[in-house]
T-cell receptor, first 110, second 110 residues
Framework: QQQVKQSPQSLIVQKGGISIINCAYE??????FPWYQQFPGKGPALLIA?????SEKKEGRFTISFNKSAKQFSLHIMDSQPGDSATYFC?????????FGEGTQLTVNP | EADIYQTPRYLVIGTGKKITLECSQT?????MYWYQQDPGMELHLIHY???????EKGDLSSESTVSRIRTEHFPLTLESARPSHTSQYLC?????????FGQGTRLTVV
């Protein structure tokens, strides 16, 4: 049972464009929603995270939008760069358990 | 920032061999995790520990076993490796809010 559903599976964006990755969750006990970025040959690393009492969080070119009533959250990458090409995972935590989405492979073309 | 180390980075081994993947962290985190990941694909939790002498199986059934005798050390063992065990194994440690990942061990069983 996939508790966090992520889409799209892959995404190709031109340099300077906006990348949008969406996630939906089922478990209302989730209380923290991080995004992880993974480059080939590396482990995932925390990119940005949001609490459910906040509707939006922005750090540089990365923004999380959170809709608690719809149980959805999304990552927006503004002015996407080739260096942003990586796999992105949304996640949700409940207690000490971290549940990941399926991942999105982002390719930013020059 | 947590430092978490996995060895070896790459391992090619014959069917039937016993292997141990090492994972150590220097931040004193009580929580440690093992994930299995095929390239660019989902992260599957196979084992986790909330402290010394505490280990639990994760969401994905695995023939591997783990131990947690010391806070900083969380090795994973396969008693008899098979080609179906070929994958990347990622170790992580962390707090309630964030997981810090090692670079992973890419295991190939021939």
């Amino acid at each position: 049972q996939q508790q966090v559903k992520q889409s799209p599976q892959s995404l190709i964006v031109q340099k300077g464009g906006i990348s949008i990755i969406n996630c939906a969750y089922e478990n209302t006990a989730f209380d923290y929603f991080p995004w992880y970025q993974q480059f080939p040959g590396k482990g995932p690393a925390l990119l940005i995270a949001i609490r459910p009492d906040v509707s939006e969080k922005k750090e540089g070119r990365f923004t999380i939008s959170f809709n608690k009533s719809a149980k959805q959250f999304s990552l927006h990458i503004m002015d996407s760069q080739p260096g942003d090409s990586a796999t992105y995972f949304c996640a949700a935590t409940s207690g000490s358990r971290l549940t990941f989405g399926e991942g999105t492979q982002l390719t930013v073309n020059p | 920032e947590a430092d978490i180390y996995q060895t070896p980075r790459y391992l090619v081994i014959g069917t039937g061999k016993k292997i141990t993947l090492e994972c150590s962290q220097t931040m004193g985190h009580d929580k440690m995790y093992w994930y299995q990941q095929d390239p660019g694909m989902e992260l599957h939790l196979i084992h986790y520990s909330y402290g010394v002498n505490s280990t639990e199986k994760g969401d994905l059934s695995s023939e591997s076993t783990v131990s947690r005798i010391r806070t900083e050390h969380f090795p994973l063992t396969l008693e008899s490796a098979r080609p179906s065990h070929t994958s990347q194994y990622l170790c992580a440690s962390g707090t309630t809010r964030e997981a810090f990942f090692g670079q992973g061990t890419r295991l190939t069983v021939v």
